[in-house]
């Protein structure tokens, strides 16, 4: 009776201990990713290829948040676009996040003509204005500049001028 009692006592005490180990290695293994890093940034484009950051690295990286109801949003698309074909050559990449719809995004990004990525944050939108350094409700538009590492550099929120943009890219060319 006390070989019964006593396996019964070491059965407990393991299953306790492999589920307390496990849950350990669990949590260091699921840790949430770093969205403050290039490298993590994981969103669909609008032709729902999932992007990842890491295929940009090596560049300076321009990841400007909007949103196709966003009027300030819309006003400063044009200038992104026309300084993406200007610095292309000198390895600077724009990357737009909409935090939009998917279908409204394409019809929107075909009508103005978007040549840079247009991804789309689905889900977790808020999570990852917040990791670029958006702490304000997620307020659009909001850039975050990244260097040819992948740390982020510069942000801005609200529309950005050209000037601006200028002055945030110039020192990490």
């Not at 669990?26 to 969103?43: G, I, M, N």
């Not at 991804?119 to 659009?140: C, F, Q, R, T, Y």
């Not at 909001?142 to 945030?168: C, H, N, Q, W, Y």
């Amino acid at each position: 009776m006390n070989t019964r009692i006593l396996a019964a006592v070491v059965a407990i005490i393991s299953l306790a201990l492999g589920g307390y180990l496990g849950t350990k290695q669990f949590r260091v293994t699921d840790a949430p990713p770093d969205l403050s890093k290039l490298v993590q940034l994981e969103l669909p484009d609008v032709e729902k290829n999932v992007r990842n950051g890491s295929e940009w690295l090596g560049k300076v990286v321009i990841v400007n948040h909007w949103a196709t109801w966003c009027g300030p949003c819309r006003e400063e698309i044009p200038m992104l676009i026309d300084y993406q074909e200007q610095m292309a050559d000198q390895g600077v990449q724009i990357i737009g996040v909409a935090h939009d719809l998917l279908d409204s995004v394409r019809i929107f990004g075909d009508e103005v003509g978007i040549s840079y990525p247009s991804l789309v944050a689905i889900v977790g939108g808020n999570e990852l204005l917040v990791a670029h350094g958006n702490n304000k409700s997620g307020a659009l538009p909001f850039t975050a500049v990244f260097d040819r590492d992948g740390k982020i550099t510069e942000t801005k929120l609200g529309v950005l001028s050209l000037p601006e943009l200028k002055s945030m890219v110039q020192p990490l060319l």
